[in-house]
C-alpha cells in the first residue's frame, strides 16, 4: 500500500478534497486532520469505511482505502467559542470604589500610634448598615441647638470615615477623625513619654454611640428600671438609667455568655437604710423590658488592681455562640410577645431544612422556659446601638424581634491590661464571610474560629460581642 493516499471526506452538506492520509500513522491522526477542517472532535467522528466505523488504531493496509476514494463522516461540531464582549480588565484596573466590591470587604486603618483600640471600634461599628444609612443623611448643617459643635464634628468625622472605607481598597489613615475624637474626649489623648497611650477600647465604643444618638436624635424612651430590695428591712424602691451594652460577669461559675448574663442581672449594693439608720445589703435584679436590633455585650475582662495601680484582666475562657437566644433573660410581659414571632421564625426555619411543620405545638419549647419569680417586675432595657436605629414597622407586615441574634462583630483584646496590649476586629461582611481587620492589614477568616476567641490564654479573646436581632415580618 502506498504511504500516502488522497481521499475526500463528506461532512453534511461539505465535502473536503485531497484530504492526504499518512497510512504510516494510525487513523487517530487522520482524525485530527478532520477536526481542524470540521471542528468535530475525535471522539464524536464516525467515518464509515470497510468493515464499519474507523477505529482510532485500525490498521490503514487491511481498511482497503484507495486513492480519490469517497468517505463519509458524521458528527456534531464543537460551538465556536466567541470572543469576549468586553475585554478582560484586571482587578488592579478597575476603579477603585469597583475593587472595593470584587475584594468583599472595606479597607484597613492605619495604626497613628496605640490607635488600635479606635480601628478596632469604628471597623466593627462601620458593619451595621443602619447606622451607614443614618450618618450619609447627616449633613454638615444638620446640627441642632440641643448638640454641643464638638458632638456634630464628631458625627460628621465619622460619617466620612465610613465613606471612606467604603471608597477604598487600600489602607485609610483616619487622621481628622483622631483630631476630632480627642478634642471631645481629651482622656483620648493622654500622652506618656511624648507617645499616645493605649486605651479602652470599650470606653470609646460607649463614647462613641453616646454621641452618635445624641447627633442622630435617636429615640431616647428606652431606659434600664431595676428593682432594688432590702431583705433586712423589708424596703423596696426602683432607679432608672440608660445602658448602651449587656455586661457578661466573669467568675468562676462562668464558662458561658449565657451564664455571664445571668450573673449580671443580679447584683449587691451597699447603701444606707432609712428605715434602720444605717447601712444594709440590697439586692438589685433586673429583667430585659426591651429587646434592641443590635445588642453590644461586653466582657467584663477587667478590674483595678490597687498593688499595680492599673485595669488587671480575667484570662478565663468564656465560650460565646454564634446563635445567642436571650428569651429565658426577658421579662414575663416580653416573653409573652415574642412567642408569636419565634413560631413564625421557627415554621420557616423547618420549612426551609424540609421538616414538617407542627401547628399545635409550635411553641411548646418557649412555654416551657422556667424563670424565676414573676414578681421581678423590674425591668432591664437593653440599650445598644439600636438607640441610633430600629427596626421599621412602616411597612404593610410589621418586623418584629425574636429574642434569637446572630453573631457579626467580635472587638478581641491580647495582652493581661486594658491600657496596653493590642486590640483587633473581626467582622462579618454582607457575603457572609469574616474578616480580621487588625489596623492596616484585613485577613480572611473561617467562622469556625471565630468562636475560639473565648481566652484562656495570651491569644486574642472576645471583650466586646455585637449581634444582630434575627426578625420575622407578620
Excluded at 17 to 24: L, R
Excluded at 187 to 215: K, P, R, V
Excluded at 223 to 241: D, L, N, P, V, Y
Excluded at 392 to 405: F, R, W
Aim: charged share 25%; glycine share 6%.
Amino acid at each position: 500500500m502506498l504511504e500516502t493516499c488522497t481521499v475526500s471526506v463528506k461532512w453534511q452538506k461539505e465535502v473536503f478534497k485531497n484530504v492526504e492520509i499518512d497510512t504510516n500513522q494510525p487513523p487517530l491522526v487522520f482524525k485530527c486532520q478532520l477536526f481542524d477542517l470540521t471542528g468535530v472532535p475525535p471522539e464524536r467522528q464516525k467515518i464509515m469505511v470497510k468493515g464499519g466505523l474507523l477505529k482510532d488504531d485500525a490498521d490503514w493496509a487491511t481498511l482497503g482505502v484507495k486513492e480519490g476514494q469517497k468517505l463519509m463522516m458524521m458528527g456534531t461540531a464543537d460551538e465556536i467559542v466567541k470572543a469576549p464582549e468586553k475585554s478582560i480588565v484586571f482587578m488592579e484596573d478597575l476603579p477603585e470604589e469597583e475593587q472595593v466590591v470584587a475584594v468583599g470587604h472595606s479597607a484597613g486603618l492605619f495604626n497613628l500610634g496605640n490607635t488600635c483600640y479606635m480601628n478596632s471600634t469604628v471597623q466593627c461599628l462601620h458593619t451595621v448598615p443602619e447606622l451607614k444609612s443614618a450618618l450619609l443623611n447627616y449633613s454638615n448643617a444638620g446640627k441642632s441647638n440641643e448638640v454641643d459643635q464638638s458632638s456634630h464634628l464628631l458625627t460628621i468625622a465619622t460619617r466620612d470615615l465610613f465613606s471612606d472605607l467604603d471608597r477604598n481598597v487600600k489602607p485609610v489613615a483616619p487622621m481628622q477623625f483622631w483630631m476630632v475624637l480627642r478634642k471631645k474626649y481629651p482622656q483620648f489623648g493622654q500622652q506618656h513619654n511624648g507617645a499616645f497611650m493605649q486605651q479602652d477600647a470599650e470606653e470609646c465604643w460607649t463614647q462613641l454611640m453616646y454621641t452618635l444618638s445624641q447627633c442622630l436624635k435617636s429615640p431616647n424612651s428606652r431606659w434600664s428600671f431595676s428593682r432594688i430590695h432590702c431583705a433586712e428591712s423589708g424596703e423596696e424602691s426602683s432607679e432608672t438609667e440608660s445602658v448602651y451594652s449587656l455586661k457578661c460577669h466573669i467568675s468562676q461559675e462562668v464558662n458561658h455568655l449565657h451564664e455571664g448574663l445571668k450573673h449580671g442581672l443580679k447584683s449587691e449594693l451597699e447603701k444606707v437604710s432609712p428605715s434602720l439608720g444605717r447601712t444594709a445589703i440590697y439586692m438589685k435584679e433586673s429583667r430585659i423590658k426591651d429587646l434592641p436590633s443590635y445588642l453590644t455585650i461586653q466582657f467584663v475582662r477587667f478590674f483595678w488592681k490597687r498593688e499595680s495601680n492599673q485595669k488587671a484582666k480575667i484570662l478565663r475562657k468564656v465560650d460565646y455562640p454564634l446563635e445567642l437566644d436571650v428569651f429565658d433573660l426577658c421579662s414575663d410581659e416580653l416573653r409573652q410577645k415574642l412567642q408569636a414571632p419565634r413560631k413564625i421564625l421557627r415554621d420557616e426555619e423547618s420549612k426551609k431544612f424540609g421538616l414538617k411543620v407542627n401547628e399545635k405545638n409550635g411553641d411548646s419549647k418557649d412555654k416551657d422556659v422556667k424563670m424565676t419569680d414573676s414578681e421581678v417586675w423590674n425591668i432591664f432595657s437593653a440599650l445598644s446601638i439600636c438607640i441610633l436605629f430600629s427596626v421599621s414597622a412602616a411597612s404593610e407586615k410589621q418586623t418584629h424581634l425574636t429574642g434569637i441574634y446572630d453573631l457579626v462583630a467580635v472587638l478581641t483584646h491580647k495582652g493581661r491590661s486594658a491600657d496596653s496590649g493590642h486590640y483587633v476586629a473581626w467582622v462579618k461582611q454582607e457575603s457572609g464571610k469574616w474578616i480580621q481587620f487588625d489596623d492596616d492589614n484585613p485577613i480572611p477568616q473561617r467562622e469556625e474560629d471565630i468562636t475560639k476567641l473565648s481566652g484562656g490564654g495570651d491569644w486574642h479573646m472576645a471583650y466586646i460581642c455585637m449581634y444582630k436581632a434575627r426578625t420575622v415580618s407578620m
